[in-house]
């Protein structure tokens, strides 16, 4: 059996709420390490390359762009679309910009982008 590393990062706007989980596969088995913060951004990939072992790894991302950029897009209708525009954090699911986005589903790109 090949060896090699899975990580998944849970990710954050805020570097304190970055964490990881590194697993490594070896003739063994898996063997997962308990969650531990991701650290510096420059010795995230290091890290997780300097076994020399290919490394598959899979990033929790918030969804939504920043309001600024969204509305500097020259795409009609990008600042509105829900991928731009997500609902407050302090809104619940209940939200219009919610329903919005369930109702269109994740994969429809914003109106004028195409597709």
């Known amino acids: 059996m090949d060896e090699l590393i899975a990580a998944h990062a849970d990710w954050s706007i805020d570097p304190r ?14 063997r997962a390490a308990a969650p531990r913060p991701v650290g510096t951004l ?11 072992l290919p490394v598959a790894l899979g990033l929790d991302l918030p969804l939504g762009l ?13 600042p509105e ?4 525009s997500p609902p407050p954090r302090s809104s619940s699911r209940s939200a ?8 269109r589903g994740p994969s429809t ?3 004028g ?3």
């Open 17 to 30: 709420k970055r964490w990881i989980t590194v697993a490594r596969r070896d003739a063994a088995g898996w």
């Open 42 to 52: 420059g010795g995230l990939l290091a890290g997780l390359l300097a076994p020399g």
């Open 66 to 78: 920043p309001r600024a950029y969204a509305a500097g897009r020259a795409e009609a209708g990008f």
């Open 81 to 84: 679309s829900s991928a731009a």
């Open 96 to 103: 219009p910009g919610w329903r919005r986005w369930a109702r």
């Open 109 to 111: 790109p914003p109106a």
């Open 113 to 115: 982008c195409g597709a």
